[in-house]
C-alpha cells in the first residue's frame, strides 16, 4: 500500500537523480509556457484579434501538437519513474537517455518547422508530409519524422529498463497487473498500484511505438523512393494506434501521482482492491484496441472496425477512471484533508479526467461522431483532460516535491491565487472549445468565419488566464526544485504536515 | 567429447556444406520465399553453430570491443539489412561471387556475432534488437506487397507477394510470441545480466 508519510525516505531525490528529475521538470514547465503561448496565438488569431498567416498558422499548429503531446508524455514519464524506482530497480541511464533523446528528437522536430516551414500537423498523416505544395518539402518532413524515431526509441529504452525491473521483481508482466487476483486468492495489500499503472503503460504503449516504427519508416521510404505509394488508410490506422496509445499513456503514468499522493494529503489508506485490478486488466486490453473511434468517419475503413471503435471506446475508458475517481473520493469522504497546493492540484486532476472523458467518450459514438468529427469539440475534450486533468496530476508532484524542500506543503498567497486563475481559464478555455463543437465549428482551420468568433473570443480569454497561471506555476515550481533541500527535510509524516 | 557432442560441434559444417549442395542451393532458391526466410536464416543458423570453434582468446578479445553485446548486435543487423534487399538476392542467382559472399557474410557477419552477443546482451538491449527485428519485418513485407515492380529478375510478382505476406506473418507471430512471453512467460532477467558482466 502506498505511504501515509508524507515525504518518505525512500522518495529522496539525490545526486544524479534530482539533476535528471530537475532537468526533466524544468524542460517540461517551460515548454509548456512556449506551446502554451503558441496556442493562444493560434485562439487568438481565430478569433481575428491577431493577424497569422495560414502557413503560419499551420506550423504554429504542427509545434503546438508534437510539442504538447511530447512534453506531456516527457513530464508523466518523469512522474512513472519518481514512483516506480521504489518498487523495481530502475537504472538511471534509461532515464537519462530518454531526455537526451527527447531533446535530440524536439530539435529535429522544431528545425523541421521553423526552418523547414513543415505544417502537416503532429498525426504527419500520409500523403501530407510529402504534398507540401511548395510551403514545405519532402525533405523538411523527412527531418520531422526522424524526430518522432528518436523520441520513440528513448520511450522505448525507458519502457524497456522498467520492464526489467518489474519483471525481476513481479516474475512476469501478467502477474505485475495482478492478473492472478482477478478470480480470487487473497490480494497482496502491498501490491503498488504504481507497478499496476506502470505495467499497463509498458505494454500499450511499447505496442504503441512499435506501430510507430513501422509506420514512420514506411513514410520515410516514401520520402525518399516516391514509387513506393502507401496505402493511406493503413498508414493512418498505424498512425492512430500509435498516435492514441501514446497520448492516453500520459493520463495513465499521471494517475500514479494521485494513487500515491492522495491518501497522504487525506491521511487515509488507499487499498488495493479486486475491481481496481479487473479495471486496470481491461483497460490494458482496451486501449490496444479502442484506437478505430479515430476514423469513424472513414468510409473506406472495413465496419466492423469501426464498430470495435464505438464498443471499446465505452469500455476503455470508463472502468479505470471509475474506479479511479470512486476510490479517490471514497478517500476524500471524511478525510480531513488539508487543502494545499498538491492536493488541490490532485483533486482537480480528478475533476478534469472525469468531465473531461465524458465528452470525449460521446463523440467516441458512431451516431454523435456524425456531426462532432473535426469539429472543435474534440479539441474541447481533449484539452479539458489534458489540461486539467493530466498537467494537474503532472503539477501535484511538482508541488509535492517543492514541498519536500522544507518539509511542509506549499500553499503560498500567490498559489492561492494562481491555482483558481488556472481552473476558471481552464474552464472558459475548454468550454469554449466545446460549445464552438456545438455549433459545428471546425477544428483546425487558420481561419474563421465571422459567425464563429465568439466562441474563439472567449476561449481567448480563457486561454490568457491560463497562459498566465501556467507562467507563474513555472517559475514557482522551477525555483522551487532548484532550491537546496533543507537539513532533515524528508520522513515527515502526514499528522506532522498537516499539523 | 561423446559422439553426440561431436556431432552438435560439427553441426554448423554440416549444415553449411549441405545448404551448399547444388540441387539443395538451387531448390531453396527456386523461390525468393525460400531464400530470404529458409536459406539465409539456416546459413544464420550456421554461424550461430561456429560459435565453439572460436578460440577463448578471439572471444576475450572480442568480448572487449562488445560490451553488452551491442557491437554484435548492430554489425549482425547491419549484415541482415544486406540481405533483406531483393538486389542482392537477386544477384546471388547471377554472379558467383555473390553468392560466394552469403555463403560466407551471413555465418560469419550475422550468425556467429548473434551467437557471441546473444548471451551477454541485457534485457534492454534485447528488447530493443527485438522490437527492431519484428518492425523490420512488417515494413519489409509492407514494402514486398506494395512494390509496383518486380524487384528481382529472377523472381515473379507473385513471388515477391507470397514473401511479403510471410513476412507480415512473421511479424504478427513474433509480437504475439514476445507478448505471451512477457506477460506469462518466465523471462531470466538478471541471468543475461549476470553473463553480460561475465
Ligand atoms: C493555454 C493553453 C492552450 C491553448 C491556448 C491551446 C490552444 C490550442 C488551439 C487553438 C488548438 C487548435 C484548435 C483547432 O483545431 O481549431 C490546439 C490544438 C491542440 N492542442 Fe492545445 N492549447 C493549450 C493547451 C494544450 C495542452 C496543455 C495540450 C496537451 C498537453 C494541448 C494539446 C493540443 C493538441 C494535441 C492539439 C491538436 C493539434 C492538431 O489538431 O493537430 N494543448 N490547442
Known sequence: MASLTMYPDDERLAGGERIAFNLYIVTAVALFVLMMLLGLTMRMTQAKWLTVQSPLFYQLLSMHGAGMVGTMALVTTAVMWFFLRKYVQLHLWAFVANYVLFMLGALCIIASIFVGRYGALWTFLYPLPVRGFGLWTSNTSALFMVGYLLIGVGSLLFYLDAAAGIIKVHGNLGRALGLQWLFGGKIDPDHPKAVVASTQVIISNSLGILAGAVVLVMSLVNIFFPTVVLNALLAKNLIYWFGHQYINATIYMGVIAVYELLPRYTGKPYPISRPFLWSWAASTLFVIVVYPHHLLMDFAQPRWLAVIGQMVSWGAGFPVFLVTVFGALTNLHRSGIRWTMPSRLLILSMFGWAAGIVPAILDGTIRNNLVMHNTQWVPGHFHFYLLLGVLAMAMALMYHVIGSRVSAPPNSSADKLGFPLYLAGGLIFTYAFLDAGRLSVPRRMAEHLDSWTFTDKVGSIGAILVVLAMLYFAIRISAGLLKQPSAGAAGVSTADAAG | ?198
Open chain 2, 1 to 198: 567429447m561423446t559422439r553426440l557432442q561431436t556431432v552438435v560441434r560439427w553441426a554448423g559444417p554440416i549444415l553449411w556444406l549441405t545448404l551448399a549442395l547444388p540441387p539443395v542451393r538451387h531448390a531453396l532458391e527456386s523461390t525468393l520465399t525460400l531464400q530470404m526466410l529458409v536459406q539465409i536464416p539456416l546459413l544464420a543458423l550456421v554461424g550461430w553453430w561456429l560459435r565453439p570453434f572460436l578460440p577463448d582468446r578471439a572471444v576475450k578479445v572480442l568480448n572487449a570491443w562488445n560490451r553488452g553485446g551491442i557491437s554484435g548486435l548492430l554489425l549482425a543487423s547491419f549484415a541482415a539489412m544486406i540481405w533483406m534487399l531483393p538486389r542482392t538476392m537477386d544477384s546471388a542467382l547471377n554472379v558467383p561471387w555473390v553468392e560466394l559472399a552469403k555463403f560466407t557474410s551471413v555465418p560469419v557477419l550475422l550468425g556467429l556475432p548473434l551467437a557471441v552477443s546473444w548471451p551477454r546482451a541485457g534485457f534492454v538491449v534485447r528488447g530493443v534488437f527485438l522490437v527492431e527485428a519484428t518492425a523490420t519485418a512488417f515494413r519489409l513485407g509492407w514494402l514486398y506487397l506494395v512494390s509496383p515492380q518486380r524487384l528481382c529478375s529472377n523472381y515473379l510478382l507473385g513471388d515477391q507477394q507470397l514473401a511479403g505476406n510471410a513476412l507480415l506473418a512473421i511479424g504478427a507471430a513474433m509480437s504475439l510470441l514476445l507478448a505471451w512471453k512477457l506477460m506469462w512467460g518466465h523471462v531470466d532477467v538478471d541471468g543475461s545480466h549476470r553473463r553480460s558482466h561475465a
